[in-house]
């Protein structure tokens, strides 16, 4: 079935593939039981390329450590998920793009959230059946809808999303594999239907990530299987201000987002062309 996902979509078992090595360490900071089986087979040959790339065997190491880096950014948006959950006004959880996420199943919620995961069907089919038998311990709702129709937002609301009340959304693993219009249009379209005190959670590079030459191994690793990065920006608080969100942009390896595993400095925001990951996450005015 992996073959009925487009490229992007595919990253999703790259991540299942990082999420089930980080579950095998001692020192993990998860445990996600359901990672290796929605990996596949695929997931860890996605993964090999990456790892060869990261950590080349005859110099050293310049590349971002992706499995520092996933793990860092899993745990991140576990406990602002998880913190948004114990406000018994949040009732509502989106997850858009939901991928091979387990959060749903392996995370214990309150008995107040919804919880909704976005995806294309061919995702969701594909997820189902590798999910087969295991219940989610959460209120679940699947949308089968592309985030590029055009109605996407009114397939969300039948499924039960209330956009008067308050909602946390999750937008992981989405922004720098579009183009810079499409990302404005996507937070437009995600704050036109949340209402004021709702939270949102992004990741996004910069835009020196996207050209740096030392970034060339792994940027050509994603364009090679057909998604490459589209989109960085150097000042993600006024990205998310221009639609109404408040957000705080944290870097791996900052307090906060450290957790004891990034294995590099972490440049000041004034350092110009470096490469950057942010974790964004705030409030709707």
């Not at 499409?182 to 990741?203: F, W």
């Not at 791996?252 to 990034?262: I, L, S, T, V």
């Amino acid at each position: 079935m992996t073959d009925l996902l487009n490229p992007v979509e595919r990253t999703a078992l790259l991540t299942a593939a990082l999420r089930a090595a980080e579950t095998l360490r001692e020192d993990r900071l998860y445990e996600d039981p359901y990672a290796a089986r929605l990996a596949g087979e695929a997931g860890p040959q996605l993964l090999a390329e990456v790892h060869t790339a990261t950590f080349p065997p005859d110099r050293p190491r310049s590349l971002p450590s992706t499995p520092d880096y996933n793990a860092i950014r899993t745990r991140f948006f576990d406990d602002f998920l998880v913190g948004a959950a114990q406000d018994r006004q949040m009732s509502q959880i989106v997850l858009a793009p939901s991928g091979m996420d387990s959060r749903a199943y392996r995370i214990s919620w309150p008995d107040h959230i919804r919880y909704f995961e976005v995806d294309r069907p061919a995702v969701l089919d594909f997820k189902s059946g590798r999910l087969q038998g295991v219940a989610p311990r959460v209120a679940h709702r699947t949308v089968a809808v592309d985030l590029t129709a055009d109605d996407w937002e009114s397939q969300l609301i039948d499924a039960g999303y209330d956009p008067t009340l308050p909602s946390t959304w999750l937008l992981e693993g989405l922004l720098y594999y579009i183009p810079e219009p499409d990302t404005h249009r996507m937070l437009e379209r995600v704050a036109a239907i949340t209402a004021p005190g709702s939270r949102i959670a992004a990741d996004v590079v910069n835009a020196a990530a996207l050209s740096l030459p030392h970034m060339r191994g792994l940027l050509d690793v994603f364009a090679n299987w057909g998604c490459p990065w589209l989109f960085g920006t150097d000042e993600p608080e006024d990205l998310f201000d221009r639609y109404g969100f408040s957000v705080e942009a944290k870097q791996p390896g900052e307090p906060g987002a450290d957790f004891g595993r990034w294995p590099d400095p972490v440049p000041p925001r004034d350092v110009k062309n470096v490469r950057r990951v942010f974790f964004v996450h705030g409030t709707r005015r």
